[in-house]
């Protein structure tokens, strides 16, 4: 079984209350992937994520918080604030290390299948990609797929 390792943003826009058409789109993409799909992985999430749900206060707060309940975490060990160094000094994530660093940084270091994201800036981006596996290798580490949702419900999408 393939394992993907669930950054802040899903859980965020699983329970997305904006209504611009993007938004909603990327609730009912990670609304459709939820249902349907996850249970064909092995989920894994962090502290990290935990902590960023956390911050500041929200309406759908504790509900984001919940639905990672029973999802195992990584944690966040010594060789993980190595690598998020070397990212951040690297230029290839942003400076705050509890966010993008640390989440690439945990599933590349467990070695996770995909990198499930709805940060479209500093993970899932193919501009960034080719650095990201340029930074990884030259660590020995695994380069998971960074993807959103929508790509892993691709199936639907062709079958719809």
């Known amino acids: 079984m393939k394992s ?7 859980p965020s826009f699983f329970y997305e209350t904006r209504d611009e058409p993007e938004m909603v789109a990327r609730k009912n993409w990670t609304h459709r ?3 349907q799909h996850r249970t064909q992985y ?17 309406p759908s707060q504790a509900d ?7 999802i195992q975490r990584l944690e966040a060990i010594d060789e993980i604030a190595d690598i998020i160094d070397v990212y951040i000094d690297n230029h290839l ?8 660093a640390l989440h690439l940084a945990i599933a590349s270091y467990y070695k996770c299948d995909f990198l499930l994201t709805w940060n479209c800036s500093h993970i899932a981006n193919a501009n960034k990609f080719e650095h ?7 660590l020995g580490l695994f380069v998971p797929a960074l993807i959103t949702p929508m790509e892993l419900c691709e199936e639907d999408i062709i079958n719809d």
């Open 4 to 10: 993907i390792y669930i950054e802040t943003s899903i």
């Open 33 to 35: 992937w939820w249902k």
């Open 93 to 100: 994530m942003p400076r705050e290390r509890l966010g993008d």
């Open 42 to 58: 092995e989920l894994f999430t962090s502290d990290g994520v935990i902590a960023e749900l956390s911050e500041g206060e929200y």
């Open 132 to 138: 990201i596996r340029i930074i990884n290798t030259r």
């Open 64 to 70: 984001a918080i919940n639905l990672m309940d029973g």
